[in-house]
């Protein structure tokens, strides 16, 4: 009996990853065919079309010029928000250019104002510094450490980081998790990678997935699934497997016929959801092939 429970076990491990390959697959033809005319605003489908590998060249080609516009009909200024930049500089990196020169504009720049970044909050401090690692792009001395500072400052004492308050956040969590990953050799960044991954894993629900805010989700899974494949962790580690089901097989759950993904389970298509499970799916694809995460573009290096 325990040898047929192996058997089973181990045939089971070895098709999750073509069932994810799969979902991949599914999802990207999906947002092909949902978002035709691809434009400004789409910045997770182009990061991860690049990561799946299955970016379409006009594709890309519809979308360059598109956000050149839109820059130029803005003179570049996209408002306060820094992760605008960060998110563009993370998607034009992704297809090949220079996100210090797309269309006259540097969007870069704004990422390089410290204080301006962290005014958004930790949200803002984190896609800058996961922006800017993206493409090595060139800061001012200490800036990255400056950022990496004031991530860790904000931790809380359950080991997690948050929106706002006292109590970690799922997606917080995960996402800090993303932009430390390059910097856990050293030890205090180290140190708060452990605890912050151990709070990710308590904070896991009985049924493998993950709530942000009391509401259980899609995209909460999706960015811990970011975060374990930015840190080298298989997302079938034991300690992100509740009662049997991975965190991976949470978000599962919420995946409709066509390939896309509903916000809550049982729900209709939401975009948002639907973006961060593809970026989620490709992590995977990349890490069973031995990939960096999504997030090391032009650096070819490993977070883990």
Known sequence: MKRLFALLLAALMLA?????????????EYLREAVPDPCFGCEWIALGMWAGKCLPEEWANAYVPALEETLAECGGDLGAKRTEYAKLTLAVTALGLDATDVGGYDLVAPLREFDAVVRQGLNGAIFALIALDSGEY??????????????????TEDGGFAFSGSNADADMTAMAL??????????AVGAAVDAAVECLSQMQREDGGYASCGTPNAE??????????????????????????????????YRLEDGSYAHLEAGNTAMLATQQAFLALTAMERAKDGEAGVYCIRSGGTHA
């Open 138 to 155: 060139a800061a001012p001395q200490d800036l990255r450490r400056q950022y990496v500072e004031y991530i860790l400052a904000r931790q």
């Open 16 to 28: 999750l990853p073509a069932v994810a390959e799969s979902n991949m697959e599914g999802t990207a």
């Open 220 to 253: 909460s899974c999706a960015q811990v699934i970011l975060a374990l494949t930015s840190l080298g962790i298989d997302v079938e580690d034991a300690r992100f497997v509740k009662n049997g089901t991975s965190v991976a097989e949470a978000l599962d759950q």
């Open 178 to 187: 993303c932009s430390l990953a390059a910097y856990r050799q050293e030890d």
